[in-house]
C-alpha cells in the first residue's frame, strides 16, 4: 500500500507520519517512509537525532526517473540510500532546499513519484509519503502522488484547514487516487469531534477519524523528537482505529468500484 500524506501547514502532517508508520510497523508491517518535504523533519519524528537528520543522503534523481540505468532495484536503493530508524521504519530523504535562489522542486518530486512507481512490494507492506504543505505537488511533475493508493489528508478543526481537504479530493481524483479520507487532528473532545464532522459533511470530505489533543506532542516538537513508548496512548489508539479504516477490504473494493464509475464516465463523455 502507498499512502501520501497531505494537508495545510502546521496541521501535524510530519507528526502523524511519524506514528502510522509506528503503529504499521507493530503490525509487523515493513515500511518505509519518504520525506517530500523541502524542510524535511521526519527523520527526527521516528526517533534519529538531528545531525543524522541533517546529513540524510538524498536519492537523486538520475537513479529513479525513467527507470534509471535499469541497474538500480528497490532493495538496492534502500541499502544505499534508506535510513534505518530505532522504531523498524527505513527513511528515504527526496529533497532538502539548501541554496537560496537555486530554483523549483520540480526534479525532487518527479523523483518521489518515480519511487512511487517502482515496484517496492518485494522491500516494503507500506510506503508512505510525508508531502510539504499545499496543494501544487497534486499537479507538479505529473503529479507527485499518482501512483498513492491511499490519500490522508490531515486537518486540523479549522473551517479553513478542512476546505483545503475539500479542494485536495477533486485534484486527487483526476490524478486517479482511488481512496481519499479526511483525518481531523489536535482535537479537544467533544466539540471539535462535532466540527469535524459537521464541516466534513458540509464539504463532501470523508471522515476516518479523529484524533485528540495530547500535550506529549507539542513538549516532543519542542524539544525536537518523536513521541516514545507510553506517550500519547489515546493519539496512538486514534491513528491506529483510522489505519484499521484504512487497511478495510470493504473500503477498499468500495473504492475501486467508485473508480470504475468515474472510468465509465470519462468514457460515455469521450464518446458523447
Do not use: W
Not at 170 to 182: C, K, S, T, V
Request: proline share 4%; hydrophobic share 40%; aromatic share 2%.
Amino acid at each position: 500500500m502507498k499512502i501520501g500524506i497531505v494537508g495545510k501547514g502546521g496541521v501535524g502532517k510530519t507528526t502523524l507520519s511519524s506514528l502510522i508508520c509506528q503503529s504499521y510497523a507493530e503490525r509487523g508491517k515493513r515500511v518505509v517512509a519518504i520525506d517530500t518535504d523541502s524542510n524535511p523533519n521526519l527523520a527526527m519524528s521516528l526517533g534519529l537525532d538531528e545531525d543524522t537528520a541533517n546529513h540524510a543522503p538524498l536519492v537523486p534523481r538520475s537513479l529513479v526517473v525513467g527507470g534509471g540505468d535499469g541497474s538500480l532495484t528497490p532493495a538496492a536503493l534502500l541499502d544505499e540510500y534508506g535510513l534505518q530508524t530505532p522504531i523498524g521504519v527505513t527513511l528515504l530523504h527526496a529533497m532538502r532546499v539548501e541554496q537560496a535562489g537555486a530554483g523549483c522542486t520540480c526534479m525532487s518530486h518527479a523523483t518521489v513519484r518515480s519511487l512511487l512507481e517502482m515496484a517496492m512490494e518485494d522491500e516494503a507492506d507500506v510506503t508512505l509519503v510525508d508531502m510539504e504543505a499545499g496543494l501544487e505537488h497534486l499537479s507538479r511533475a505529473g503529479g507527485t502522488l499518482a501512483y498513492a493508493d491511499v490519500l490522508l489528508m490531515i486537518m486540523e478543526p479549522t473551517r479553513k484547514s478542512i476546505l483545503t481537504a475539500a479542494r485536495t479530493v477533486p485534484l486527487a481524483e483526476e490524478l486517479g487516487i482511488p481512496r481519499m479520507y479526511g483525518v481531523g487532528n489536535k482535537a479537544r473532545l467533544p466539540a471539535d469531534a462535532e466540527f469535524y464532522e459537521k464541516v466534513c459533511a458540509e464539504q463532501g470530505v470523508t471522515l476516518a477519524g479523529v484524533v485528540p489533543f495530547d500535550a506529549a506532542v507539542p513538549s516532543a516538537d519542542r524539544k525536537g523528537v518523536g513521541l516514545v513508548a507510553g506517550q500519547a496512548p489515546d493519539v496512538r489508539a486514534a491513528v491506529g482505529r483510522i489505519l484499521d479504516v484504512v487497511d478495510s477490504e470493504d473500503e477498499h473494493q468500495a473504492a475501486l468500484d467508485r473508480r470504475r464509475e468515474r472510468l465509465r464516465g470519462h468514457i460515455a463523455t469521450i464518446r458523447g
